[in-house]
T-cell receptor
Framework: DVKVTQSSRYLVKRTGEKVFLECVQDMDHENMFWYRQDPGLGLRLIYFSYDVKMKEKGDIPEGYSVSREKKERFSLILESASTNQTSMYLC??????????????????FGNGTRLTVT | GQQLNQSPQSMFIQEGEDVSMNCTSSSIFNTWLWYKQDPGEGPVLLIALYKAGELTSNGRLTAQFGITRKDSFLNISASIPSDVGIYFCAQNYGGSQGNLIFGKGTKLSVKP
């Protein structure tokens, strides 16, 4: 079974702090993602990475950065936390879709989330 | 950007009732995905649909890929308390990277 592990279930940080959210997956997946989940807004993609040292902006990258130094680990960084970044953060991974799998979506495997509160 | 319109936003039902929810978009898609998020956990894939008109079941869950390729339905028959959670439809929009966009979710509450 694929396991995606997020290092913290709950975090409380102060405004202006630098915050690191860590995610590790054990299935050698190429793709990794960070989403945030807010009531009434669903899941919104912050950043994703399709290979080591590669990163792409998602729909809401402002205020965030990411790091992918190793294949199994994808870190989300809040350079200077703000109260509007209070949210549930979900990490996910998936294998790279092969050309022969045209039309097939590899399922995302999610971690259990980190609930971040910025005060 | 692309948007998935999911409804209803929430449902409160009695155990044993059937449930229906749907997702629509102005864009045409080649697949539809349905995820469920149990309380306190990350979403898990329930059903994937790959062909317009396709009807796929997973236990008491049945999902259909609309013939216009712009919508999908998820039905749950004879609901039980463990059906509680948030159900999301999702679409791939990122080519081979597999990144998804999600609907806003349908929160299901089941009264025993």
């Amino acid at each position: 079974d694929v396991k995606v592990t997020q290092s913290s279930r709950y975090l409380v940080k102060r405004t202006g702090e630098k915050v690191f959210l860590e995610c590790v997956q054990d299935m050698d997946h190429e793709n990794m993602f960070w989403y945030r989940q807010d009531p009434g807004l669903g899941l919104r993609l912050i950043y994703f990475s399709y290979d080591v040292k590669m990163k792409e902006k998602g729909d809401i990258p402002e205020g965030y950065s990411v790091s992918r130094e190793k294949k199994e680990r994808f870190s989300l960084i809040l350079e200077s936390a703000s109260t509007n970044q209070t949210s549930m953060y979900l990490c996910a991974s998936s294998p790279r879709k092969q050309a022969r799998d045209r039309g097939y979506n590899s399922p995302l495997h999610f971690g259990n989330g980190t609930r971040l509160t910025v005060t | 950007g692309q948007q998935l319109n999911q409804s209803p936003q929430s449902m409160f039902i009695q155990e044993g009732e059937d449930v229906s929810m749907n997702c629509t978009s102005s864009s045409i898609f080649n697949t539809w995905l349905w995820y469920k998020q149990d309380p306190g956990e990350g979403p898990v894939l329930l059903i994937a649909l790959y062909k317009a008109g396709e009807l796929t079941s997973n236990g008491r869950l049945t999902a259909q890929f609309g013939i216009t390729r712009k919508d999908s339905f998820l039905n749950i028959s004879a609901s039980i308390p463990s059906d509680v959670g948030i159900y999301f439809c999702a679409q791939n929009y990122g080519g081979s990277q597999g990144n998804l966009i999600f609907g806003k979710g349908t929160k299901l509450s089941v009264k025993p």
